[in-house]
């Protein structure tokens, strides 16, 4: 049994993240400010014996003992992290410092949720963990790619400088069940908007593209990269390779919820990346893990718990 302390552990990752660290045994520490995460995502492990909630924020000093920390704290979705962009690179930079400090000193191994906008818009497709990227750093996405960017950095000089244990994930665009139903991200709003009837928001022409992947088979690879041997610290892609435009995926959320909704056309934000996709060949063979979950079946998972949430 490790203890494992997990930032955002009340967030959309991180709350999936909490259920499977306790189902393999393991005591969590789970630390969240609830800016955008909630107590309801957690509320079912609250009388777990080894589960433990703490409110804090990560720009602040933290010190408890644990032997593992994945380091999820950080808005996800651009309406979020726009909302309060200083804090979010606050967040993103003091809160690495903090838990590189911190797993320094307990000789912890830490993971970075790290993200595939450290790619930007990106002039190479797919991305492989070689190309640098192209970012933007003084657009209204950069609190968010610059913040993660230099995440990143501090956590390869913890280790070239402090021989620290780290681990680096790149998260290509997740979906799932206990995403926040104002969340802003496309695909809680297209399945949102489906079961309301109302019209589907397309921003731009909708020949934009994402990759998809389904929670399940993004924590199977958290997973897996902290238990990988010590000399391997990432930056790893994780994502599902299989891309769609945002016309697609609209479609596949109008076949699969029903209803008479429209399609709407809406400015597509500034900076937004015209393509993203992920090359996973490093994840294959460093991990041998590959995404299982087809779009399909992770979005009748999606709709389903958006219903039952409605409905509530
Ligand atoms: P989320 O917004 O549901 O979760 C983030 C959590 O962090 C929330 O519970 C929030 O309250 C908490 N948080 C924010 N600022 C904090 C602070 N200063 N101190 C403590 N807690 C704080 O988003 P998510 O999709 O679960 O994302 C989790 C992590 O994965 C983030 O770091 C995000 O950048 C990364 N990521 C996610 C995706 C995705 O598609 N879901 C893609 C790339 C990267
Ligand atoms: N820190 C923390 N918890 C700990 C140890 C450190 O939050 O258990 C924070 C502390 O605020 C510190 C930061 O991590 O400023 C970086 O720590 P480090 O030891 O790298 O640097 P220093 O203490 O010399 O600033
Ligand atoms: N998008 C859209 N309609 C929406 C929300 C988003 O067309 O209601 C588009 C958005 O412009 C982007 C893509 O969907 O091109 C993915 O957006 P999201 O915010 O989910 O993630 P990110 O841009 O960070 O990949």
Redesign the pocket.
Known sequence: MNRVLVTGGAGFLGSHLCDRLLADGHDVLCVDNFFTGSKRNVAHLLNHPYFELMRHDVTFPLYVEVDRIFNLACPA??VHYQHDPVQTTKTSVHGAINMLGLAKRVKARILQASTS?VYGDPEVHPQTEGYWGKVNPIGIRSCYDEGKRCAETLFFDYHRQHDLDVKVVRIF?TYGPRMHPND????S??IVQALKGEDI????D?S?T?SFCYVDDLIEAFIRMMASERGFTGPVNIGNPVEHT?LQLAERVIALVGGKSKLVF?P??AD??RQ?QPDISLAKSKLGWQPKVALDDGLRETIAYFRQLLEA
């Open positions: 979705s651009p906008e665009n802003g991200r496309v695909v709003n297209f928001t397309i921003y731009g909708g934009q994402r945002m809406r597509l934000p937004d990346p993203r």
